[in-house]
């Protein structure tokens, strides 16, 4: 145990760390899971949202106590994380959006729903 | 004052980014984050990028409590999917009608429907005023087209337009 952190923070800390990898490891399964492209996508953004939040905000706790002071430089990690993540997905969706109307698949609907 | 911050939103989370990475609040950080703040509004200024006024802050506090519940309850919801020994019944593709016009709204727009575990923003037909999104547990369209609409772009329009 680390000197001068209660042990209710550490447990805590655990217990969110844990939290966050398994969450991070469910979206990692789905991703092998699912059959189709566009439902893998789906599946890792449980890392990038609850997966990664846990884990920061054990970070935040973890070291506001150990320096007895709030530190919460993390959140900009949250922010960057969700800022980024939409460029990516939307890269991936619309080349794979792309390469299956080349293949002969039109995906979009005919008929907007109104 | 528009000629020194021309985009007053862009320089103030500058600041406010600066501040929080060196964890201080010292007038010499201060200072420093003031030129940076004003040194990069500049620089975006060159791009010309379109200004945005962003208003009502207290919306913007509830549509940001709004999403951080949703995020939880949809994190849920894909990790039963995924747990589930069946795969999802059905997952497809939304067409929804937006009013939405504002770029810094739209871009808000996609970061919520990202983020959210079970839809992935795919793309959006300005021309049509078309979003196209991909659920992954499309269980009726029409749940979604107003989900979207009553839950996301009415605080949107509120804040951006």
């Given at each position: 145990m680390t000197p001068g952190l209660p042990d209710w923070v550490a447990v805590?800390?655990?217990?969110?760390?844990?939290?966050?990898s398994i969450l991070t490891l469910i979206g990692t399964i789905g991703l092998l899971r699912f059959k189709s492209f566009y439902a893998r996508v789906h599946a890792p953004t449980i890392g990038t949202t609850l997966g990664i939040g846990c884990v920061l905000i054990a970070s935040i706790i973890y070291f506001s106590v150990l320096q007895s002071r709030p530190v919460f430089h993390e959140?900009?990690?949250?922010i960057f994380v969700t800022v980024t993540t939409p460029i990516t997905l939307m890269l991936l969706v619309k080349a794979?959006?792309?390469?299956?109307?080349?293949?002969?698949?039109?995906?979009?609907?005919s008929h907007p729903a109104d | 004052?528009?000629?020194?911050v021309p985009h007053p939103v862009l320089s103030v989370f500058l600041l406010g980014l600066w501040l929080l990475l060196n964890q201080s609040l010292s007038p010499g950080h201060v200072l420093l984050g003031g030129v940076i703040a004003v040194a990069g509004g500049l620089a975006i200024s060159t791009l010309e990028m379109p200004?945005?006024?962003?208003?009502?802050?207290?919306?913007?506090?509830?549509?940001?409590?709004?999403?951080?519940?949703?995020?939880?309850?949809?994190?849920?919801?894909?990790?039963?999917?995924?747990?589930?020994?069946?795969?999802?019944?059905?997952?497809?593709?939304?067409?929804?009608?937006?009013?939405?016009?504002?770029h810094y709204a739209l871009a808000t727009l996609a970061c919520i429907i990202t983020s959210t575990p079970g839809t992935v923003w795919v793309s959006f037909d300005s021309a049509k005023g078309l979003l196209l999104i991909h659920v992954?547990?499309?269980?009726?369209?029409?749940?979604?087209?107003?989900?979207?609409?009553?839950?996301?772009?009415?605080?949107?329009?509120?804040?951006?337009?």
């Open positions: 805590l800390t655990a217990i969110l760390v844990l939290l966050g959140v900009l990690i949250m794979a959006l792309h390469r299956d109307k080349d293949a002969g698949k039109d995906h979009m609907p | 004052m528009t000629a020194l200004r945005t006024r962003v208003r009502k802050p207290f919306a913007i506090v509830r549509l940001a409590f709004v999403v951080l519940l949703d995020i939880v309850r949809s994190n849920i919801a894909v990790t039963r999917i995924i747990l589930a020994p069946t795969p999802p019944a059905k997952s497809g593709f939304v067409t929804i009608p937006l009013e939405l016009r504002d992954l547990d499309l269980i009726d369209e029409t749940t979604w087209v107003q989900l979207i609409k009553t839950r996301y772009e009415r605080a949107l329009m509120e804040i951006f337009e």
